[in-house]
Every structure is written in C-alpha cells, then in structure tokens.
C-alpha cells in the first residue's frame, strides 16, 4: 500500500478514531520515557506522608511520603509497556501456529486444532499461579504465566480466518495461477487475516491490563516497592474514604489506559477496513 | 389524469464511499402509475439499487448519504420524512422484495411467525397466500425455519410476505440472481402475475434485458447514476435512442442469431483434457449426528481436444464448477482419471471482481504466473505489456488494486493473468452471467480471439444457451451429474428448446433438466 492510499484510508476516521490512535502513541511514548519525565525520585520519600494533591505534587503523596504523580507515571511504564510487549508477542505467536497448516500442508490442521484447544481449556488463572510458584514472583514470570492462556485465542482467530479466506474466489484464483505456498500464505492469506487479528489484540490490550493489575492485587505481580498500577490501587484501597487520591489516581490511570486502547481498537478497525 | 403511485422528480443521492462522497443517483425522474410494472435496467454501479433503497427511504446510514429532489409515494413524500413516518410507509404502502431471500428471512423465526408479523391475517388467509404463490404443502412449509427451505421456495415466501401486506407498490430488487437459472423464470413470472392479480404497482429493478423485457409495461434504463432512456418497453426494446441502450439490445441480439457452425476439429492429437469415468461427492451432515454423502457427478465424460471449444450446459447445482475444479486439479475426483495434456489449465472465475485479490496490484497478480520462469527484469516487463493489450487493459491500471477498476477491467485483468503464460487449456466458469450484455459479448470475443491466437483449447461451463451457442464448437450437457446429450450447439440448442416460437423463448435451459 502506497502513502497516498494509506492518507486516503484514514481520512474516513471520527475524532474519537482518531483521539484513541494518538492517545495510543502518546501513552507510549510517555511509557517509554517516564524515567526523563518523572518529577520526583519516585522510590524515596521527598516529602511529609498523606499530602493532598496541589501544584507541587500534582497527585499529592503516598503514606511514606513519596510522590504519587511520579509513581502513577512510573506505574503506567511498568503497566502499559508489559500489556503490550504481552500482546504482541501472543499475536506472532498465535498467528504463526494458526497459519502453520496453511503453510506446510493441510492435514496439519487436525494437529494443530487440538494443539490449540488444549491450551484454550487450561484453566488460565490455575496455570498462571502454577508458573508463578514454580518460577517465583516477577514481572517476567507473571507474562509468561499470562501469556501461556492468551495466545490460543489469536492462534484460534488466525486459524478461522485462514479457513474463511481459502475458500475465497480470490485464493483460488491465485491457487490456480500456481503461486506456491509460502508466498500464497504471507502475501494472499495473512493480509487478509491482519485487520481480525489487529482488532483483536487492541481491544485486548486493556484486558491484559486488568489481568496483570489481578496479578498484582494477589500478591503474583512485582514485588512491592515496584510502581505497579494494579497493586497500587489495591494496597490504597483501604484509605480511600480519608486519602481518596491514593487508590484513585493509578485507578484513574489504569482507566485512562483502557479507554485508550479501545478506542484505538475501533480506530485501527476504521482504518484496516478502509484500505 | 390519474395520479401516479410513485412519483420521482429530481432526485439525487450522494454516498460516502471511504471518506469521499460519491454521486450515485443525479435527477433522476420517472412515474410508476397504477397497475403497471416499471423496469429499472442497468448494470451493477449504475445506481439501480441505492433508487429503490431512496425508495423505500433505506439508503445505508453509515455512507451519510445527501438527498435532494422529492420522492411522492401515495402522497407522502419520503425524502426527509422521520423514522416513524418511514416505518409507516414501509409497514403498508411499499413493500421490498430483495435479491437474496435468505437474508431477507430471519432465521431464528418459524415461516409462520414471519408471515404473521408481516400482516395480521388469520392462519387460513396465510395459507392462501403460500398457495398464491406456488407454494406446496403451505401447512408443513409454514412450521419449518428459513434454513430447511430451498432458494426457490424462500423467495416465494418473501414474496407472499411482500404482497400479503397489500402494498400500493412493490419494490423487487433483483428478486432472482440468488436463485437457480432454473427458478429465475418462475419468480419472474410469479411476480408478473401476482402482481397483475393484486393490481399493485410494481418497480422491477434488473440488470437482465430479457427479464425486463418480460415483465414491464415501462423500461427506464439507468447508467451511472443518470437516466437515458425511458420509455414504453416495445419502444425501448424495437427503437432504442441512447447509445447505450443501442449496444445492450444489439449485444442480447447477437447472441440469439444463430451461429454458423464453426470447423469441427479434428481429433487426432491426444485432448486438452479428458475426464474419464469421474465421480465426486462432498461430504454432507444432514443432522446433527449423522453425515451423507452428496454425489456431485456420477461416472461423469468429457473430452475437450486441442484447440476445441466445448460448450457444458447444466443448471445451477448441477455440478458444473465441481467439474471445472477437477479439471483445474483444485479438486481430486473420487473416482475416475482426470488426464491433461500439459501444464496446469487457467481458469477464468464466474465473478472477476471477487476472483482478484483485493490487495495486491492488479500488475503483481497478473504477472503471478511469470514467477517461476525467472525472467529478466526487461522481458518480464514486456510480456506484462503484452498481456495488458492483448485484453485491452490500460497500461497504467497495472499499479491499481481491483478496487479501482470497474467490472470489465476486472474481467480483463483476470483474463490477462491467464493468458501471460499461454495455457493449452482455458477454463471459463460462466464468465459472463454477473456482466450485462454489452460487456459479456465482448468478454465472449476477447476469449474467443485469445483462443485463436494461442490455440487454446477452452472448456466454457455456462447456463446461457446463447452464450453456448454463441462460442462453443460443440456443447455437453450436464444433468443429475452425468452427460445426457452432446452434439453440435444447433442441435442440441435445438432439442433443449420447446418447440413453440423460438424468439420469445426465455434463452435458459427449461425445466426438463432438473431430473435425470
């Protein structure tokens, strides 16, 4: 697709389209580079504990007096960054298992189906507390605990589309022009499948969120002093009547992600239709 | 005078189509009076069905679409006139008979529920109904689900649902390309009639000169969203004005000359293809436990030799694509020998625009087939030229994607890529039942001089016996999955058609095909 056509495709999105697809790039952005941005150290105490929200500390400070902006901002990092790293790692993984009979030979597909079925019914949260107490707590134990339950659903979604699309006019003339396998999966089938797959995966991304906020509350997450979003709100929760900025402001924070991500999912689905 | 029931004046429609918007009607004028049936002809993109849509005030609300201009239906007007206005209107005024009849039927409603939301009539008047519209055993019919009936029969119950309602006008949108050739004939005589019967006015919205020429009493004919020539059908049909109309009357005029028969080849080189003793069958769960197997083609002949045309007539399920995919090689027979001589046959689909991969250039797909011969950057350039203007494709659509072409390029582009690389055997898959006639006899010609250039042998699946007769050097049969005749196209043209007067004759294949 050239750029002119790509200008094009993007020219039918609504502002909420387009709010969440730039809300998306500047999470990142912001994720990426939370150390540079952060006003405080967010790991020490830099002022007197329980200070409500004012314009020196914007989200005010936490019980031992470290500055909660900061840390929210940090929060989002060891949030945002993981969710989507998560993601994408699930969708190639995913993609590559549904495409694999498409790929080699047909007959792979009953192999594969099962394969894929087996993951799909393990009990996700049971599986993802065995990882965690087989490998112990930590960022990376926690996605592979959560990844092991999540890629079957793109490999499943990569599969069906696969499957949809073959029997298309289109791939059938392409068969009977001789293209060969590999070529006929990458460049006929797999655009095909993007956008399913893309729209998935972006509207997932807040679920992935939840879940790794679920992890954190149970006590499977980053181990405490960690500026995790989801542990954050729940270790606060039990101050909200008298320090309410304390568990709301990640609450927020985890919101505002969410939000974003579906909206973009929407986007991204306007977009890959357009084109 | 009297009034007419609908009236149209002025009336434009833009659509947005990807962000741009897109003129699809522009003053378009015509009457629909009392009792008579007007024809709505033009190809597809011609705006044919966004008028019924304005009609029936259901354009798409997502392509926003802008109209000006004033539509009287009965009196009211429906350009701009609100939901509930609207859903009056659609509930008792007009009533839509749609292309597909299954997606016009809910399918988690029993046909009897249907019928009744559609009209509060009591059980027995919606039995006469089912009955008035051919419907057998209206009892057993009006129990089942959407699923359980044949194409044939959903449409006839869309189109009792339709009618029962009494409307002052009835809109069919194509009500019979979903169908079997063998049905369209039926529907279209089915609305004819009941719609005389009920003195109901009816707007008959078709890309099909005959059926048009059938049943209205007037032909508007649009083209691109204009109207250019309307007029009483006799005079549409006998003194066309507008050029287009001249070359669609003149094209369905071509094809039903008798052709002179052309040299029969002789068999002495070993065939194109043969098809010996084949049999295919799919797999089919006819209930939730238990499967079937459906015999598509039983001990099933052919032979096409070198540089031969063969003509295979056969009604829609007859088998016809399941043959061309055997000999394709996409599909391996149960049973029997599949011989080909040379590399793999071509093939050229029913549907080119579906048959084209939406996202690749139209360049890279023709020239798919150059891949493996590992050409130079130079000689590859020119053999993609070469193929452009043998099909009469504009160099510069190379770098399109189909979506930018219009049908007719998309069937050029789709026979370049068969032709890039000269195959000894060309397959044609009713190439032209979704072309309007102008671009199918000139889609039928270029096969026809690709054939002669290369000496291609052409096997043309078809269910159109003009369109057979038109190209073909000899023409099978195909029935209940076997050959039942064979010949050359005059005489086998000849046995198909009822004997009464040849000109009036609908030119599809008669019922007496339906059962072996």
Redesign the interface.
């Known amino acids: 697709?050239n750029l002119i056509?790509l200008r094009?495709?993007l020219?039918?999105l609504t502002f909420t389209e387009r709010f969440g697809l730039c809300g998306m790039l500047v999470l990142t952005v912001v994720a990426a580079s939370a150390h540079w941005l952060t006003p405080y150290n967010p790991q020490s105490r830099v002022a007197p504990g329980y200070l409500s929200p004012s314009m020196v500390h914007l989200f005010g400070t936490d019980e031992i007096g470290r500055d909660l902006f900061s840390r929210v901002l940090l929060g989002i990092q060891f949030t945002w960054l993981p969710a989507l790293a998560l993601v994408i790692v699930c969708l190639v993984l995913g993609t590559l298992v549904g495409v694999l009979p498409s790929l080699i030979d047909d007959r792979l597909d009953v192999i594969t189906k099962a394969f894929i079925d087996f993951f799909l019914i393990l009990p996700g949260t049971l599986v993802a507390l065995a990882v965690i107490a087989t490998l112990g707590p930590g960022l990376v134990h926690t996605m592979i605990a959560i990844g092991v339950a999540w890629w079957p659903w793109y490999a499943r979604i990569a599969r069906d589309e696969v499957r949809r699309l073959r029997v298309?006019?289109?791939?059938?003339?392409?068969?009977?022009?001789?293209?060969g396998r590999v070529?006929m999966t990458v460049?006929?089938i797999l655009?095909?499948a993007l956008p399913a797959l893309l729209v998935a995966a972006t509207l997932d991304v807040s679920n992935v969120i939840m879940t790794i906020s679920l992890m954190s509350f149970l006590g499977l997450g980053q181990p405490a002093p960690a500026p995790e979003l989801g542990a954050m709100t729940s270790r606060a929760l039990d101050s909200l009547t008298e320090f309410w900025w304390l568990p709301i402001m990640p609450a927020a924070a985890i919101f505002l992600i969410c939000f974003l991500s579906n909206l973009a999912g929407d986007g991204l689905r306007a977009v890959l239709r357009?084109? | 005078m009297i009034d007419p029931v609908l009236s149209v004046r002025k009336l434009s429609v833009s659509l947005r189509r990807e962000g741009r918007p897109n003129t699809v009607l522009q003053d378009v004028a015509l009457d629909v009076f009392p009792g008579e049936i007007v024809g709505v002809l033009g190809e597809s993109g011609s705006g044919k069905s966004s008028l019924g849509a304005a009609i029936l005030g259901l354009l798409p609300g997502a392509s926003e679409p802008a109209v000006s201009g004033s539509i009287i239906l009965s009196g009211a007007e429906i350009v701009g006139a609100t939901a509930a206005t609207l859903r009056d209107i659609r509930r008792n005024r007009v009533r839509l008979v749609s292309q597909d009849p299954i997606s016009a039927l809910n399918p988690t409603m029993s046909i009897r529920d249907q019928l009744r939301e559609s009209a509060n009539l009591a059980d027995r008047d919606i039995e006469d109904w089912l009955e008035a519209v051919g419907v057998d055993q209206p009892k057993t019919i009006l129990r089942r689900y959407p699923h359980r009936l044949s194409g044939g029969q959903r449409q006839r119950v869309v189109i009792a649902m339709a009618m029962m309602a009494r409307p002052d006008l009835l809109v069919a949108d194509e009500p019979t390309t979903a169908l079997d050739y063998e049905l369209q004939d039926r529907i279209v005589e089915l609305v004819r009639s009941i719609v005389r019967r009920q003195g109901t006015s009816a707007l008959f919205i078709t890309h099909d000169l005959e059926a048009a020429a059938r049943i209205c009493d007037r032909i508007v004919v649009l083209r691109d969203g204009l109207v250019v020539e309307s007029g009483a059908t006799s005079q549409v049909l006998c003194q066309p004005n507008h050029p287009y109309t001249v070359s669609l009357v003149a094209a369905r005029r071509a094809l039903a000359a008798p052709q002179a028969v052309s040299a029969l080849v002789k068999k002495v080189a070993p065939p194109a293809l043969r098809m010996s003793g084949v049999s295919k069958g799919f797999e089919l769960r006819t209930s939730p436990t238990s499967r079937g197997q459906f015999e598509v083609l039983r001990d099933f002949e052919l032979e096409v030799g070198e540089g031969e045309c063969v003509g295979l007539l056969g009604v829609s399920g007859s088998g016809k694509s399941t043959v061309i995919r055997l000999a394709a090689g996409l599909l391996s027979p149960d049973r029997g020998r599949v011989e080909r001589s040379g590399d793999l046959p071509q093939i050229v689909f029913q549907d080119a625009v579906s048959s084209l991969t939406p996202w690749i250039t139209i360049e890279e797909q023709v020239a798919e087939r150059l891949r493996p011969l590992r050409l130079s950057a130079s000689e590859r350039r020119r053999r993609i030229d070469e193929a452009f203007e043998l099909t009469g494709l504009e160099l510069g659509l190379g770098s399109e994607l189909p979506g930018r072409l219009s049908v007719g390029q998309c069937q050029r582009a789709a026979l370049a890529r068969t032709i890039i690389v000269p195959p000894r055997l060309l397959l044609c898959d009713e190439p032209t039942s979704s072309l309007d006639a102008s671009l199918a006899i000139s889609a039928l010609d270029l096969i026809g001089s690709l054939r002669t250039r290369f000496n291609m042998a052409v096997l043309f699946v078809t269910h159109d016996l003009a369109v057979a007769g038109y190209v073909a050097d000899r023409l099978s049969v195909l029935s209940g999955g076997r050959v039942v005749d064979e010949g050359s196209p005059t005489d086998v043209i000849e046995r198909l058609r009822p004997v009464s007067d040849l000109s009036a004759t609908p030119l599809v294949v008669p019922d007496r095909l339906g059962s072996p």
Do not use: D
């Open positions: 697709m056509a094009e495709s020219r039918p298309r006019p289109h791939i059938e003339a392409a068969r009977a022009a001789g293209v070529r460049r006929y655009p095909g357009g084109s």
